[in-house]
């Protein structure tokens, strides 16, 4: 069978054929992403309160800055960002916040042991491999954009470190003679697990046939990513790209920016959208080679396919697997995945339950009419107020000095023109009478965020504000955080079912196939205080078999320091029982009790009991001696004290 490389080498008819068949699939999908570029972009402005500056509030500006005059410029009311935050604090608690992160229970009579050390290995990922970060994002995007995906790849860290050192010549192997410097170069085996990555929803791309929930039922996903000039070079030489020079040729023939593969262009005044590609050298700098520092934009396609049918293989069988083209139609890299699971690197999570809809709305997207509205409200009624409070006046310039009444200083005193001596003041200058049309927009305002609220279950207490007005009892405070915790609550039981629990099935099941050396983990979680050992030995023995993700029931942790004092009262309560507690290990409940105080090194101080079976068999071999039962003057000795004489 010939390579890949040989195969798919351009302007032949498998080159073509593959060619074909990827650009057909991504204007597949792009003729349905289109239709969510400019929400998402809508979504993004609104998210950072982003407002464009007209020429007037640009007019203003400068007066404020450069003459210090007060000016007020319109604003956007950041009341979206306020909410989506505050329902991320309550996703990240609950999904974060639980120890370990990733829980896993056998499927099918797997012990103890076994989820002990499954979970060990997880939160060494998690922690060692600096995976917390993009679980934090991918929380985010679904309230932003509506949906958030993940990726994953198999990692095993080579550090290549390049160094001079002082050395020696030498004959026979003694050294003699001056140092000189050397060059050294040294390479180290680094992290070693899965690493995750954030895919924004603009540059993903995935089977328009299939709702997004069941995305891994299409035909193909991919994203779109930039790859550096040098990472191709270093993968040609590695065997994962080629066609590097066929790609370089293409682009200097069509510009740095040309491409046949295009997507939607931003209408934004700066040319430069949210979801727009970069362009390979944005600065201009260098040229297409090995020192240039531009990044060759690419996509990254993950097909299921009969590899004989599209000729790059034998394979009969219906398997995974990925390419690389570049947005010059240039084919760069392909290879099958190659995980048992068979299933894309991939894991999504939409804001919004919907069977039937290939995208669905996000959080932002839900309130945005109302969050212009009451930027509106806002900005009208400060501009009313900035009206109100600049006195306004009908002036005869022939009857008064001018200077004097534009005077910006207080206490100002206006003269008369000679001419104008002996006539009524009244008719040289007039104010106009003034009013407030808008004061009812702040309680307007109230209205339309009592609106959004409403929309989208995040309410003030959830916010972290009191409730203000009339006095309320603390059964309508609870009963009003409860409902908007119910929401929330639902949001992360469907993230749990659709994002969480696939994404730790595939990174347990690419570890098991991956993993090939034991190694020593901390044990986490609410048993590692039962264990007397902190680590553990994993091997790839030990994480054998079918494992489930714990799913996440929605609800917050609990407070730690309340549990603790509940703890207290149940064990003064117990404690009159005698019968009760006689049936409960105390020492064990001590210690639990500590540690939910914030007591980490309670256990330190516990007492190891030597079992009875484990001291005799001490006794026998001479390493224990017992202290009862023996007469004095058999019983060792402690050491003497010079001058006190015998100790019997």
């Known amino acids: 069978m010939k390579s890949i490389e040989k195969i798919l080498k351009p302007n032949t008819e498998a080159y073509r054929k593959v060619q074909s068949a990827l650009m057909n699939r991504l204007q597949m999908a792009e003729s349905e992403m289109n239709k969510r570029y400019t929400a998402w972009e809508e979504a993004e402005k609104l998210f950072t309160a982003y407002m464009p500056e007209k020429e007037a509030d640009a007019s203003r500006a400068s007066a404020r800055k450069n003459q210090g005059m007060p000016q007020y410029t319109t604003i956007e009311v950041p009341y979206s960002y306020a909410s989506l935050l505050a329902a991320h604090t309550y996703y990240t608690s609950v999904f974060l916040g639980r120890d370990p992160i990733l829980q896993y229970q056998g499927r099918h009579g797997e012990g103890q042991d076994s989820e002990m050390a499954i979970e060990a290995l997880m939160n060494y990922q998690l922690t060692a491999g600096n995976n917390l970060v993009p679980l934090f994002i991918w929380l985010l995007d679904p309230g932003k954009y509506g949906m958030g995906v993940v990726g994953y790849y198999w990692d095993h860290e080579k550090v290549s470190v390049a160094r001079y050192v002082d050395q020696q010549e030498s004959f026979l192997g003694v050294p003699y003679g001056p140092t000189k410097k050397v060059m050294e170069r040294v390479e180290l085996d680094g992290y070693v697990g899965c690493k995750l990555y954030n895919v924004r929803p603009a540059d993903f791309f995935f089977d328009p046939r299939k709702p997004a929930y069941q995305f891994q039922d299409g035909e193909f996903c991919g994203r779109y990513v930039d790859i550096a000039f040098t990472t191709l070079r270093l993968g040609e030489k590695n065997g994962q790209y080629f066609n590097v020079d066929q790609l370089r040729d293409v682009r200097q023939g069509s510009g740095s920016d040309g491409g046949i593969i295009t997507r939607q262009k931003s209408e934004r005044s700066d040319n430069r959208g949210v979801n727009e590609l970069p362009k390979t050298d944005p600065y201009g700098f260098g040229k297409d080679d090995e020192t240039s520092v531009g990044n060759i934009a690419c996509f990254e396609i993950y097909v299921r396919l009969i590899p004989k049918d599209w000729g790059i293989d034998d394979g009969e069988s219906l398997e995974i697997w990925v390419f690389t083209i570049s947005n010059t139609g240039v084919i760069v890299g392909c290879q099958p995945l190659g995980e048992f699971h068979n299933r894309f690197p991939f894991a999504m999570m939409e804001y919004e339950p919907d069977g039937y809809s290939v995208f669905t709305r ?24 900035r009206k109100a409070i600049n006195d306004q006046f009908l002036v005869d310039p022939s009857k008064v000095v001018m200077k004097d009444l534009t005077d910006p200083n207080a206490g100002r005193l206006i003269r008369l023109r000679p001419e104008a001596y002996g006539t009524d003041v009244r008719l040289a200058v007039t104010q106009f009478q003034t009013s407030d049309v808008t004061n009812q927009h702040v309680s307007d305002s109230s209205l339309v965020v009592d609106l959004m609220q409403k929309a989208i279950g995040v309410n003030d207490n959830i916010m972290g504000a009191v409730n203000t007005g009339s006095r309320k009892t603390a ?13 929330l609550k639902t949001n992360c039981e469907y993230f ?25 983990y901390r044990i986490v979680g609410d048993l590692a205080q039962f264990v007397p050992e902190q680590y553990m030995n994993v091997s790839p023995e030990s994480i054998a078999g079918f494992f489930d993700f714990v799913p996440v029931d929605g609800t917050m942790p609990v407070d730690r320091f309340a549990q603790a004092n509940l703890w207290q009262q149940i064990l003064a309560q117990g404690a009159r029982y005698p019968q009760i507690m006689q049936n409960y290990d105390l020492g064990r409940i001590f210690g639990w009790v500590g540690q939910l105080a914030g007591l980490k090194n309670i256990n330190r101080f516990r007492i190891n009991i030597v079992p009875d079976g484990q001291a005799q068999a001490g006794e026998q071999s001479g390493n224990l001696v017992p202290m009862r039962g023996m007469p004095p003057d058999q019983m060792p000795q402690g050491q003497q004290i010079p001058g006190m004489g015998s100790m019997g």
């Open 475 to 487: 059964t309508e405070v609870r009963n009003s955080t409860s409902f908007g915790v119910n929401r």
């Open 362 to 385: 996000g959080m932002i997207e839900t309130i945005q009419p109302l969050n212009y509205i009451l930027s509106w409200l806002f900005n009208t009624h400060f501009y009313n107020v």
């Open 496 to 520: 749990s079912a659709m994002g969480f629990g696939p994404l730790a099935q595939l990174m347990l099941q690419t570890t098991q196939q991956r993993m090939d050396t034991a190694r020593k």
